[in-house]
């Protein structure tokens, strides 16, 4: 879990920007989306940071992420309104200047009618020096990516779309193999044992994830490796344990 | 918006501790319910990050985040289990020593029955020297506070009682109120003129936020201020663009 890009690791970190989501009135659907996706391609995600609109700290944090992890992807802000400020801020992160795109401004001009490319839809497609664009096949405003960092729109079904767009661009890991074990337990009734198989398989990476369902409160374990050998070894450890204890409490 | 703790301004930061949820195997489901909290009772959340289960990533967060907002909130890895290491990692983090606490110990003693507190339950007495409990009322297993660090468990149902627990003990802002006005039209059409009633109300944070449904686009603008007059007039302007660009689609 070291953070150095080992052999066949392939990391990353998203940046989730937009005050609608630090004041609650918009509910974040995109991290677990990308968390997801990206575990399945075989790319680790290893941190996520949620900012308000503000340039600087936009530029802090696509900053102290970028030289960390293989990729940095970004949503939110990049729509046509005065609070959409990202694309003016990566370019001030990457210290590039940043204008009206061709490429962009033909996709918009082939997009709307005649006549309809106002000023404030021209905005969506400033781009920063350097960058390329992203597809976007839902509005058709794309997103751009500049160095390792990979910049999308916040409206989830536009956001997906761009991840579609990019995912053959990237290169990805080893996928990381899963299997879970359902404990009709506490956690605390198991949570030793499952230790000392953490212990003696340290390829692996078990995980203990308590549930409070209906006032009764039980466990999922999920073993993690790159290896289905071990996989398969820590997995049956697991199981006995998960057994034994339940024989012990029925 | 400046970082500075200008008067009646209290802020935050919200630090999320757990692989669960940069895999995409668990949805966060804190972030939003903590954001809409703090927001109703005026505390500003002003950034959240996600990190793993690793003792050097809590540790650099919470050293990160601790100094520049008035509180720091964090849900996660104060289980019984070997990867939950949440409480040596904020004692390490403020460089205190970390036990088990006489305090928790006695919760978990009057909460299981004799012989029941076994070696892993007793881990979730381990609190940094110097701490306060936080009261859990689902499950017993106390959280803490140390310094203005709050440090709650993951499942949310435990989570929202831990806050529950904490809000009367926390200094709250000038409540912050808000009006939306909704618009049937892309947010393209309005941009401009809305960029111009926040420069014309700088006491008040306009926000544009695009939807997508059903292939339509419309927009819900929100508007945020202190101060109710300021408030009432900006909204007001808002609503009159709205009404004035609405009626030239139609």
């Given amino acids: 879990m070291a953070e150095e890009q080992s052999d066949g690791?392939?990391?990353?970190?998203?940046?989730?920007?937009?005050?609608?989501?630090?004041?609650?009135?918009?509910?974040?659907?995109?991290?677990?989306?990308?968390?997801?996706?990206l575990t399945a391609i075989g790319i680790d995600l290893r941190e996520v940071r949620i900012v308000p609109d503000i340039r600087e700290k936009i530029v802090e944090a696509v900053n102290a992420l970028r030289p960390h992890y293989t990729y940095v992807f970004t949503s939110g802000g990049i729509g046509p309104t005065h609070d959409d400020i990202t694309?003016?801020?990566i370019a001030a992160?990457?210290?590039?200047?940043?204008?009206?795109?061709?490429?962009?401004?033909?996709?918009?001009?082939?997009?709307?009618?005649p006549g309809q490319l106002t000023e404030a839809r021209l905005r969506m497609a400033r781009i920063p020096q350097g960058?390329?664009?992203?597809?976007?096949?839902?509005?058709?405003?794309?997103?751009?990516?500049?160095?390792?960092?990979?910049v999308m729109a916040g409206v989830p079904s536009i956001m997906q779309a761009m991840v579609d767009a990019i995912v053959p661009t990237l290169k990805t890991g080893t996928k990381i193999?899963?299997?879970?074990?359902?404990?009709?337990?506490?956690?605390?009734?198991?949570?030793?044992?499952?230790?000392?198989?953490?212990?003696?398989?340290?390829?692996?990476?078990?995980?203990?994830y308590p549930r409070a369902q209906d006032g009764r409160f039980t466990t999922q374990i999920v073993i993690r490796s790159r290896d289905e050998t071990i996989l398969a070894e820590a997995t049956a450890a697991v199981e006995a344990v998960?057994?034994?204890?339940?024989n012990q409490s029925a």
Same sequence: chains 1, 2.
């Fill in 87 to 89: 694309a003016d801020s």
């Fill in 242 to 246: 998960v057994r034994d204890a339940t």
């Fill in 9 to 37: 690791e392939v990391t990353a970190a998203f940046l989730v920007i937009g005050d609608e989501i630090l004041s609650g009135r918009t509910k974040d659907k995109n991290i677990g989306f990308l968390a997801e996706y």
């Fill in 93 to 113: 992160a990457f210290g590039v200047p940043i204008d009206v795109d061709p490429r962009a401004r033909a996709i918009l001009e082939a997009h709307y009618p």
């Fill in 131 to 150: 960058a390329n664009l992203i597809e976007n096949k839902v509005s058709k405003a794309p997103g751009f990516r500049i160095g390792n960092v990979h």
């Fill in 177 to 208: 193999l899963s299997r879970s074990v359902d404990a009709e337990l506490p956690e605390s009734r198991i949570a030793l044992q499952i230790g000392e198989i953490q212990d003696r398989f340290p390829q692996t990476m078990i995980g203990s």
